[in-house]
């Protein structure tokens, strides 16, 4: 059974900082591309980067320059640095991998910035 456990949300003032975890487990986690979605209330599910089996990453426009995804496949862990965060960056944030043709999410975890 794949499993995706998040942590590390929490309340953060304007321009602070913050960093997500999501450890998985019941997969070949090198073998996995890892992607991050976020989604405020009232809002759909939006995409906010991603990275590949290879350290590849991707990020959404509004984004770029202030989030960094990272990955660590000894500890099958990934990581989202948020730096310079804004109200608007408040949301649900979840992880998400796809294995064996089936996608799996994170419980996520809130990331609320106040301003």
């Known amino acids: 059974q794949v499993r995706l456990v998040q942590s590390g949300g929490d309340l953060v003032q304007a321009g602070g900082s913050l960093t997500l975890s999501c450890v998985a487990s019941?997969?070949?986690?090198?073998?996995?591309?890892v992607d991050w979605y976020r989604q405020a209330p009232g809002k759909q599910r939006d995409w906010v980067g991603r990275?590949?089996?290879?350290?590849?990453?991707n990020y959404t426009d509004s984004v770029k320059g202030r989030f960094t995804i990272s990955r660590n496949n000894a500890y099958t862990t990934a990581r989202l640095q948020m730096n310079s965060l804004k109200p608007e960056d408040t949301a649900v944030y979840y992880c998400?991998?796809?294995?064996?043709?089936?996608?799996?999410w994170g419980q996520g975890t809130q990331v609320t910035v106040s301003s």
């Open positions: 998400k991998i796809r294995w064996r043709s089936t996608d799996w």
């Open positions: 019941g997969t070949n986690f090198k073998l996995v591309t």
């Open positions: 990275i590949t089996t290879s350290g590849s990453t």
